[in-house]
């Protein structure tokens, strides 16, 4: 019991009055929609309040926030699954859906955090870990042919053969780092 009261105590309130504008309780200031969609890509817990009845009006305002997003050009529903969506109002298996949705959704986001921990932890095994592996090589062998004595000529200890190996491992990191960074940024 503690542990839900702690965290309705992390959900920040926001009320929208009736002049359209939205005021944030915790910052105690007005925030526009734009604002609550990064607070929600933050992951920020919050509910929005009508400020005169004080209904609770997040669906409808999470809501807005999607279509201002599609409207934008940020296409991410497809047409074919919003009719399918409108077509489940007012079927029997309507009640189901909300259910079915976030189940999807949670299934999503958990594969989405696995292939994330894949990425990080097994870049060995990973095809652009092996594309970047191999433009690594190129270059080294572009260098020693275009530069001899520069890049890409065998260390005579292995010191420094290891600190080249290091250097390499860490390129391909950061590599794959900037990548995945792409990559998140696509899904969003």
Do not use: C
């Not at 702690?6 to 944030?24: E, H, S």
């Not at 997040?58 to 999607?66: A, C, D, G, V």
């Amino acid at each position: 019991m503690a542990k839900r009261d702690q965290k309705d105590g992390d959900t920040v309130i926001i009320k929208k009055y009736a002049n359209r504008r939205l005021y944030n309780t915790s910052s105690s200031s007005y925030i526009t929609l734009d604002d609550l969609s990064k607070m929600t890509r933050a992951g920020t817990d919050f509910k929005v309040l009508d400020a005169k009845s004080g209904d609770d009006i997040t669906h409808s305002i999470l809501t807005q926030i999607i279509m201002e997003e599609e409207a934008s050009g940020e296409h991410m529903l497809p047409v074919s699954f919003l009719r399918d969506l409108i077509g489940m109002y007012g079927n029997s298996m309507q009640s189901m859906m909300p259910h079915y949705l976030e189940a999807a959704m949670v299934n999503f986001r958990e594969n989405q955090a696995k292939l994330h921990e894949a990425l990080r932890t097994n870049i060995g095994n990973n095809p652009l870990a092996k594309l970047a592996e191999s433009n690594m090589a190129m270059m080294r062998a572009a260098t020693k042919a275009f530069m001899p004595g520069t890049a890409g000529e065998p260390a005579k200890t292995d010191g420094p053969a290891q600190t080249d190996e290091k250097t390499e491992l860490t390129e391909l990191r950061q590599q794959m780092a900037a990548m995945q960074k792409k990559l998140d940024e696509l899904s969003k």
